[in-house]
Structures are given as C-alpha cells and as structure tokens.
C-alpha cells in the first residue's frame, strides 16, 4: 500500500499549493488526524502527527509514550518516503514537534488542521515557531478520501462478507431469552472470527420497545415472543468500516402492525438505494427515502440523516440529508439507513453499504447482501 | 446522583468565580468534554454542551442528532436543577448554542475548554456571541475530578470486582492454542457477563514475545508452551474503570529467566504500591519503583510513566513519571504498573489499582485483588 501513500499525499501538496484556504499556498502541511493521517501514511498511532515538509520530505511524528506494537520504528516501508520520528520526552506534542521541524526546514506558512487541533495545541504550535504563519488545511485530506480507489472499495467489500456471515450465524441460533447485551456481543465475537479488525462501530440491538432506535445501547432486555428485534452492526477490516441494519420478527408470524410498519420502512429504503447515482444530489437521494415514510404519516419519526459515507470512518462525507450539499460521485460508498421508531412499542431500520455507480455499470453496488425480507425468527 | 451533580456544579462554578485562569472572573462557563459532563450532570450523550449560566441557570445542550435512548428528554432529574435542551436542526453545534444562550442570559465572559474545544469550534463559539469575551477554563473539571467520593470509590470496587471474577475465570480455562484475539474478546464478555458497562478500555493480550508489550493489540498468534502470557484488561462500572495486569507462565514450570524478570517486575510493582501515600510526591513513587528495574539492569525498558490515576477515564490525572508534578492526596485511585519488555523474548507487566489512603487507615486500598504470585497454567 505504500506508493498509494505516497501519491495520496502528494495530490494533498498538490491541492495545498494551489489553493490553500486563505488563497495562499501553503509550504508545509501539518495533519493530526488520526484517520487522515491512516489516509495518508497507512498507520496511524494513537497521538501521531504527520507533517508534509516545505522541501517534500514528508515526516511521521510519534509520542515516546506511543501504543505502537514495535517500540523504535524508524524506517518505512520500501518506497514509501516517509520518515518516522519518535518524541524523546514523555511530554512532548507531536504537533508541536512537527511545526518546530517545519520552521527548522524553512517553511514560512504552516497548513492545520483546525477542525482537529485543540485551542491549546494549536496555541503551543504557534509559540514553538512564531514566524510560521499557520493557516487552515480545511477539511482537505476528508474530500480527499471521499471517492474510494479500488482497493478501499475491496477493503469494504470483505468488511461487508464478514459482516454479513455473523449476522447469518446469529439468525440461526436460538435468540428467544436472551439479553440485547449478549447479542451484541456475540455478533461482535463473529466479526473477529470472520477476520475483522473489530466491529466498526459500537454493535446496536434493540428488542421490542428498543427497536428501530438509532443509537440504541445494547440493555439487559431480554428477546421474548412477538417482539420486533433490530440490530446494527460492521466490520471493520484494514481499517475500513461498513455498516448493516436489519429488522426481524420473533415468533411464528409478525403482527398485521409490524408488517405495515415494515413495509413501509423497506419501501423508503430501496427508493433511497434507487436514487444513488453519479451526479445525483445527497439531498436528493434522502428526499427519495424520507418522502416515502412522510407520506405514510411517519415524518417526524424520521431522523436527521437518511445515510452517510463509509470508509477509514463510519459516518464521514458525504451525508445524505435534507440540509445536505454536494452531489454523489462514481466510487463513493454511502449508507442507506431510514428507519421509524414508535416510543413504547418499537421500530424498524434497514440499513445498507452500497457504492455508488453509474447505470451503465449495473447501478449502485450493494455490499451487504443480508436478505431484507421480514424474517420471522 | 443527581443532588452530588448539583454540588459538584457548585463547586465548579465558585472555582471559577475566585480564579478564572486569566485572573478574571467568568461569569458563564462552557463545559464540552465528555467526562467532564459526565461528571457534572450524570451523562453524556456525544456531542452535547455544558452551560453554567450567568444567572445560576445550568443548561445541558444536546445535538438534533443525539443517540440518547430516549429521544426528546426534556426534564432532569428530581432535585437537580439542569435544563436539557435540544437542537432544533442537524448541523447545530451545541458549543454554539451554549455560548449564544449564555450571551441571551447577560453573561459577559465565558469560560471555555481550550484543551477540548478545536480552533473551529471556537471561531464559531467567537462569531455567535461576538461580544462574550472568551477566557480559558484550563483543567479545572479534571482537577475536581482527582480526588473521588465515596459513590465513586464504590463503583470503582465494583469495577474491580467484576475485573477479578474475569480474569478469575479465563485461568480456570485451557489458554494453551488460543489466539490473543480470542482470549481478549472472552474477558470482554465475561466483563458484561459480571455486570460491567464494558470494558474501561481495549483488553490486551500478549504470548510469547508480546508479552509485556504495554499497549499491545491482540494478535492472532497463539498461546504456546513456554510462554509468557500477560493480560491487562478493566469493567467500567457505572462510568468507573479499573485496571488490572497480571503475568503468567504457559506450561509446567517456568524458565530461570522468567522468574529472575517476574520477581524483578514484581518487587518493582510492591515498591510503588507501598510508596502510595497522601502527600508523597507523584514522581517519588514513580522512582521507588523505577529505580527497582534500574538495579536490574532495565532502566531502558521502562515505559514513560508506572501508573495513572483512573476514574471517569483511564489515564486521567495524577500522572506517576519522572516529570510528574504534585502529591498524592487520600482517596485518589491510581494504578502502579511498572513491565519490561525483552524484544524478541517478551516480558513482564503487573499492573494493580489502588486507592491512596493514610497510613491510619491501614495505607493504600488495592482494588484488584487477583494473586500475583507467578502462576503456570
């Protein structure tokens, strides 16, 4: 993966030195964001930062009291021009390590990431070298990492397999008596037996009154009869995310109000699957979705998002809502995700990882393949 | 809880009314770090603000978007005087909403986190609220924080207790050919099998020559004859996490270089815990059980610090290092966790948590009370 490094970060130079977001180039390039410095570098050590030099040597900052398996890397990979460095004092800011070297090596403008640096570091990297001037990177490295290159999209397709094969192992155990908890749980368990890194996001199920919430935290309720069971859950595999939802019925057949309610959320889900397409506006596509659980008498149960973008982060750009900006791009892969909860009797969500495609390829491409039928569990 | 949130409030908000970190009295403070707010109200839905009003009115800001189980929480609860409010729109940030309210109430200065808030986020909190003069809260949360109650010492308890039972149980089971990965993810289980909220933090495994590896991620290597094998793993229990490390041998008897390294290790861990004491120096109790390992021959091995106070974070204040300022006061809970590793070979961790308490009251509380003699499984 490393020459993919290499050319990620020099289309970052690249983008910086022509338009920086205050309209001046920008020699140097500070980024502390540990999912854009794994964009860039292909690592990402907890309180790293990395910096693209004014002369085009680019430099990864690691703390002394760095988490990473093997103390003392002080090489790349082959090809991979990258220096590492690790801080000698515990206390030290690899940020403020990282300007120090900036100024040292000549730059005279320093981008930031300021929607990531605190106030205080931010202020320390400005004490440590008061003739840099620093300037904001923007969100420069996320639109970056919006369109997905064919090993992303491959890194997610196998996050969507694993995904899908825990959620298949859990429909055919017994579910009947136990807790929300020790589903959660146990998916999360497959997921790694599967090969995952781990779950890409905390694992939600929700039985009964808890279902179809969004962000529900996996209780102590346990499953019983006639209830509506939804869960959400993703595997993360070499660091990128999906995320699949899905809505089962317990017991021998679903009551005529669970149908209904089915119906309809899976009806809004497949218009907004339908709507993805390059050049389709975000906004558009949570339209497709949100107008179908409006029409049903379900606005307000809707949330703020239909969807999302997946990739080194569940819940990155863009975003699929009513406020949205932004069109859709070939490549991209998004979540479709409505869902209605009623407080004290429950919901359903669906939701899917699809990539964007154009018509002419087959439309979008559905990685989370987990049939979405109303099982009766 | 709710009567100790108000008093805690209280407490914050007289701080600040005698000391605001610029000499100056705040007359409105924002709190947005999550264990903070965790600390002051009792929860801590993400992305929600704090605001201690200009007129004593305490206001909790949630976003449109917020995952709390119960969507449109509206009250506090009994006793506590806390207004919840949520965002009307998706794209709101609740800093900014704080800082426009506390400027509608009359407030002229507020409060903020420097070390949380990002240069952004505070542009945005400036340009709402263009007439509130912005001052630095510095750590004042996290300072009231150190020194825990006595609700809080029991949750730790509890959090120690269902540590022990985990670990407890995974040594009554056969290690020998399972994978770090799939021991780490069993104590996880057992955790919320005993009753935790989950795990205070990532469990780490390491056999062999990962043993003895700080901040090791599992791996799919697994437990051999012979080996090492070291765990470090903590519940967190009503918000409260603990942590335990403990060393074992694989097999029938351990090699001459694994009890030299253990009984080394551990005669370094006994010398920092018996160091504990209200009003002995951070640092000193770092040096008592450093200079342990420096006899041995393994000043070189040692990590940056041997222990951390524990709470509502893992890793929050007091610090115990070589640079640590300040003393120990009675009832702050910290770990000693002094380890060597030995590349290639791998090494030894013990790590316990304690409560500092006089030496009239019998000295230091251990919380996690799993043997550490050498055990060979």
Same mark, same amino acid.
Not at 64 to 74: H, I, K, L, R
């Given at each position: 993966m490393s020459e993919v490094h290499v050319v990620r970060r020099s289309r970052l130079r690249e983008r910086c030195a022509t338009s920086a977001a205050d309209g001046s180039p920008a020699d140097a390039v500070l980024v502390s964001r540990p999912a854009n410095i794994r964009y860039l570098t292909g690592r990402a050590p907890s309180g790293a930062s990395l910096l693209l030099g004014a002369g085009g040597q680019d430099t990864l900052l690691l703390p %002394?009291?760095?988490?990473?398996?093997?103390?003392?890397? %002080?090489h790349a990979h082959p090809g991979d021009e990258l220096r590492i460095e690790r801080l000698p004092g515990p206390d030290g800011d690899t940020a403020v390590a990282a300007a120090d070297l900036a100024a040292k090596q000549g730059a005279r403008e320093l981008a930031v990431e300021e929607h990531h640096l605190t106030v205080s570091r931010h202020r320390a990297v400005t004490s440590v070298a008061p003739r840099l001037r620093l300037t904001g990177l923007g969100t420069a490295v996320e639109q970056q990492r919006v369109i997905k290159d064919d090993a992303e999209i491959s890194a997610l397709r196998i996050a969507a397999e694993i995904t899908d094969q825990a959620l298949g192992e859990l429909l055919e155990s017994i579910l009947v008596g136990r807790t929300e908890r020790h589903l959660a749980l146990e998916l999360e368990r497959r997921l790694i037996d599967h090969g995952a890194d781990g779950p890409a996001f905390p694992t939600s199920v929700g039985a009964g009154g808890n279902s179809g919430l969004p962000g529900h935290r996996p209780t102590d309720r346990r499953v019983e009869e006639g209830d509506f069971l939804s869960v959400r859950l993703g595997a993360r595999y070499q660091g990128y995310g999906c995320q699949i939802g899905r809505t089962f019925v317990i017991g021998t057949a679903p009551d005529e109000w669970q149908i209904e309610l089915y119906d309809l959320v899976f009806a809004a889900q497949r218009a907004g699957r339908e709507a993805l397409?390059?050049?389709?506006?975000c906004r558009d596509v949570d339209h497709a979705a949100r107008q179908v659980l409006d029409a049903g008498g379900y606005a307000d149960a809707l949330?703020?998002?239909t969807g999302h973008g997946v990739g080194?982060?569940?819940?990155?750009?863009?975003r699929l809502s009513p406020a949205a900006m932004g069109k859709l791009d070939a490549c991209v892969p998004v979540t479709v995700e409505p869902g209605v909860h009623l407080p004290g009797r429950g919901g359903v969500r669906i939701d899917d990882t699809l990539v964007v495609r154009p018509p002419a390829d087959g439309g979008p491409e559905l990685l989370t393949i987990t049939t979405k039928e109303l099982l009766a569990l």
């Open positions: %002394a009291a760095c988490d990473t398996p093997e103390p003392g890397v %002080a397409a390059p050049g389709a506006a949330g703020v998002a080194l982060e569940i819940g990155e750009d863009p």
